[in-house]
């Protein structure tokens, strides 16, 4: 357990420095310290042994072995700072979302405003240990000023998931129509544009590639990348061909060859899995076993509880070929990801969690389960949702413990390099070296 003799919760860490600040010194001062917890950076290196990690402005300062340091605990308490004694236990950098959702299940009138019900959804985020999400799409205008927040290191709110976004998603049945869309999207200052080359199983009409490829080159010209929505292995070769900047799903209809392999290579664009919105195409169809969980059940929205549990809703997933077919495109899925991990394609961890059903913060742990099922290994799978999908957003600011990034971690109670279930064993979660608010302990 955390010795909370030292540690303040995040929302009095002000009571307890001192009340008047040090003289000005040319090096940063801590102003948090956590020690005697083994680290995993991100990097790619091996888990640390005991470290001292030390955290100054919402940032990493340093990260050193414990055997270095006398006495921490006692240094920092004549210093004023707070010190975490986590002996025993294992930090990570926070999780980042790629490709998730914030505010799209939010119901006009329904008594919360659409600014409060999203910063709610980042701080279930949080909880869960996801710090940062790529919000790919649906995004109503008022979430722009919170992704803003969210990156500053004054922000006012307590700590949430901090925020990318996309906007609204670009449509059209032309490349003029579609050019027209990128110009809205891009003058709200979008992070990404995102649009959808899919015609859900044949039932609807898929984007052309002469729109999409309009789209990319109007997105380049406002100096922003393409998200993509996809299925088909075709529609991938031709969508890395024309210059999309991310993969935001996997190819779901055959194994994919060494032609696509080569594309990802020729272009170093990102694989996003999201194994678990196939999940959510099927698992309605009666009641998941998941809702057994407690570590679904104890941080829940509970209107979408009672949303996917209406009888009707599961009568009609259960009578659509569609819940049969996305069945069997996890399974290809998996496969591909397995082909791509194996073939040293960067891939960046992703959920596309957030419509109804997709339990953000619990999904990232399924989505986690199901990559190991795949065949990927713990170190694999936390790659791919810190330093790997940090470098697929070109942030160089997230994603590791070194120093300079931004103080993003999650304290952990088993070592998630033995199983990356371990991930779940949350002590508490930090962002921009804040506790987030009601942390989860199981």
């Known amino acids: ?114 600014p409060d019900y999203a910063v709610s959804e980042l701080a279930r985020y949080a909880r869960f240990g996801v710090t940062t999400v790529n919000s790919l799409g649906g995004d109503r205008e008022p979430v722009f000023a919170i992704r803003d927040a969210s990156w500053r290191a004054d922000a006012p709110n307590a700590p949430h998931a901090r925020l990318l976004v996309a906007g609204p998603v670009v449509t059209g049945a032309s490349p003029e129509e579609v050019t027209a869309g990128v110009d809205a999207a891009a003058a709200m200052g979008p992070d990404w544009i995102k649009i959808r080359v899919d015609d859900n199983l044949g039932t609807t009409t898929k984007m052309s590639p002469e729109s999409y490829g309009a789209v990319i080159a109007r997105a380049a010209e ?60 099927y698992a309605y169809g009666g009641r998941p076993e998941f809702f057994d969980d407690p570590f679904l059940m104890s941080d829940v929205d509970s209107a979408q509880v009672v949303t996917v549990s209406d009888p009707a809703r599961q009568e009609r997933i259960r009578a659509s070929g569609a819940a049969e077919a996305y069945g069997r495109a996890l399974e290809i899925a998996q496969s591909n990801l397995a082909l791509l991990a194996e073939a040293g394609v960067p891939i960046a961890f992703g959920t596309d969690s957030g419509p109804v059903g997709r339990f953000q913060g619990y999904f990232e742990h399924m989505e986690m389960t199901l990559m190991a099922e795949a065949g990927l290994l713990p170190e694999q799978i936390l790659r791919s949702a810190t330093g790997v999908a940090a470098d697929c957003l070109d942030r160089d600011d997230i994603g590791t413990l070194e120093p300079g990034r931004r103080a993003d971690f999650v304290l952990l109670r088993s070592n998630p390099m033995e199983d990356v279930a371990n991930v779940r064993s949350i002590e508490g979660v930090w962002v921009g070296g804040e506790m987030t608010d009601g942390s989860r302990r199981f």
């Open 1 to 114: 357990m955390i010795a909370r003799r030292r540690w303040p919760r995040a929302a009095a860490l002000l009571a307890v420095l001192p009340a008047c600040a040090p003289a000005p010194s040319a090096d940063p001062v801590a102003d948090l310290v956590v020690y005697g917890a083994r680290v995993w950076d991100g990097t790619g290196s091996e888990l640390g042994e005991p470290a001292v990690v030390r955290v100054a402005a919402g940032r990493i300062l340093s990260v050193k072995p414990l055997s270095g340091d006398a006495d921490v605990a006692a240094a920092a308490e004549a210093a004023g700072v707070p010190a975490i004694d986590a002996t025993g236990q294992f930090i990570i950098p926070g999780l980042i979302n790629v490709h998730g959702h914030v505010g799209g299940t939010w119901i006009p009138g329904s008594g919360v405003d659409y």
């Open 222 to 281: 406002h100096g922003l990348r393409v998200a993509s929505h996809l299925f088909y292995h075709e529609d991938a070769k031709g969508l890395l061909r024309a210059g999309t900047g991310m993969v935001a799903h996997s190819i779901r209809d055959e194994p994919v060859d060494e032609e696509t392999i080569g594309l990802f290579h020729e272009t170093g664009v990102c694989y996003v899995p999201t194994l678990t919105r196939e999940v959510s195409t």
